[in-house]
């Protein structure tokens, strides 16, 4: 059994994986990998490194002045053939919906055998759902050390105005150019800081997962995991500076932290309540025709109200009479309403996976889940004491950084909050904080914390 927690990125890229204590072996698709200054030059390198000989190039408008130019640049300098895409400019934020996916695919050019994502989040979410229904290889040069899923094999994704997490493959080849990095806009900058002070509260929600429903928890990922939150917490100040070696070091936590996503086969390690948090606001603004803050920023707010969220529970003494009551008091009719008041025209598919998939409000389930939570209440206060740093603390971190620290801060009202809170329990089968809340009958708590931490 090998322990790869503490091994080099380049260790862990070996093609046969590891075999792992938790009944697993553990591997990820990521054949090359290149992170520093001049990372760019290369790209050839790394196209014949997975075998490629004609890539499509995909940009946006502003990912192909920051790097787009630069390597197409490259392939011709190297003659080697491509074709281009660039997304045209677009007055909000692009999302990686049914529309971009249809642009995407209308452009491309069934000629190439790799599709080249040049940017961050959106395209290259995209370019691996891309790859992945065109049967080839992905790549990417990133713009913006502004999130974790360079080496992830999955993809946020809006479907039918619902934000989903689609499995498809790890890119083969990762390139982070740190002077590209470096000269990212600031908000992406720190919205990459956001995305991965995430870590803290979904490590502790994989822990209580494996207790109270029996989840699959690999303590070997979990460690790879607080090694990349520990690198990326630790050159925290330096990246919001541009300081190079700062980058550099963030660089290689997120990507880290998309290794051991790719290890899991699940975004669980890396994803949870906090990133729900963002979800839901951004599904909220696209029914309203609203922009919404970047995806990091707004999880660095939602570990904080995630963390509040805890320490309140910390405080309580479960009660397993108490929440069998407050669970039979549960009135189908008003939640479905409820949804609907959330989710607007997204709400009859939400109820629809609740009914078929989730069984989230199931009584005899929640009869489960809460006989667990009740006996296993001093272990779960273990965990917090292990897993988490104090919610005063994390506010105080991103107001040093100069980023939003509180919904209030983003502009997100208290109902948006609370429909926050309680719209994340059913829009994923996954056990957060906020279901913990739900099975212990403390939904109340959030009413509380809406009130208290927005406008």
Not at 115 to 144: E, I
Not at 147 to 153: E, H, L, V
Not at 253 to 274: D, I, N, Q
Request: negative net charge; aromatic residues 6%; charged residues 25%.
């Amino acid at each position: 059994m090998a322990d790869f927690a503490q091994a080099s990125l380049d260790a862990l890229l070996k093609p046969e994986g590891f075999r792992c204590e938790c009944g697993r072996t553990h591997q990820t698709d990521l054949r090359f990998l290149r992170i520093g200054s001049g990372a760019i030059n290369a790209l050839p390198d790394a196209l014949a490194a997975i075998g490629g000989s004609r890539p499509f190039v995909v940009c946006d408008a502003n990912t192909y002045e920051a790097a787009g130019k630069r390597a197409t640049g490259i392939l011709d300098a190297a003659r080697t053939p491509y074709s281009l895409y660039v997304f045209p400019p677009q007055r909000q934020k692009m999302e990686p919906d049914e529309r971009a996916m249809g642009a995407l695919a209308m452009a491309y050019d069934p000629d190439c055998d790799t599709v080249l994502a040049v940017g961050s989040g959106v395209v290259n979410d995209c370019c691996k759902v891309l790859a992945r229904a065109a049967g080839v290889p992905s790549m990417v040069v990133g713009t913006a050390p502004s999130m974790d899923g360079y080496a992830s094999d999955s993809s946020a994704m809006i479907r039918d105005r619902l934000k989903v997490t689609l499995y498809n493959a790890c890119p083969r080849a990762v390139i982070c150019d740190t002077d590209i990095m470096s000269a990212a806009p600031m908000e992406m900058l720190r919205a990459g800081l956001g995305d991965m002070i995430a870590k803290y509260t979904a490590l502790f929600e994989w822990r209580v997962s494996r207790i109270v429903t029996g989840e699959y928890y690999c303590e070997n990922i979990a460690r790879l995991m607080r090694r990349s939150l520990k690198r990326c917490v630790d050159a925290a100040e330096g990246l919001v500076k541009r300081d190079p070696r700062a980058v550099e070091a963030v660089a290689e936590g997120l990507v880290l932290s998309g290794v051991a996503m790719s290890f899991a086969k699940t975004s669980r390690p890396a994803s949870g309540l906090e990133h729900y948090f963002s979800h839901m606001w951004e599904m909220m603004a696209l029914e309203r025709g609203e922009p919404s803050d970047l995806h990091g920023i707004q999880c660095g707010v939602g570990t904080a109200l995630t963390l509040k969220l805890i320490e309140r529970l910390r405080g309580i003494t479960p009660d397993k009479r108490y929440a069998d009551a407050v669970a039979e008091s549960f009135d189908a009719g008003a939640w479905r309403e409820r949804m609907r008041g959330i989710f607007a025209r997204a709400s009859d598919t939400i109820i629809e996976m609740e009914r078929d998939v989730g069984h989230q409000n199931d009584p005899e389930r929640h009869a489960l889940r809460s006989a667990r939570i009740v006996e296993n209440w001093p272990a779960i206060l273990a965990i917090m004491d292990e897993e988490l740093p104090r919610a005063d603390d994390i506010t105080a971190m991103l107001r040093r950084l100069g980023m939003p620290a509180t919904p209030e801060d983003l502009g997100i009202s208290a109902e948006d909050t609370r429909g926050a809170y309680i719209g994340s329990r059913v829009i994923r089968d996954k056990y957060l904080t906020c279901t913990l809340a739900w099975d212990l009958g403390y939904e109340r708590l959030f009413e509380d914390l809406a009130a208290e931490y927005a406008k």
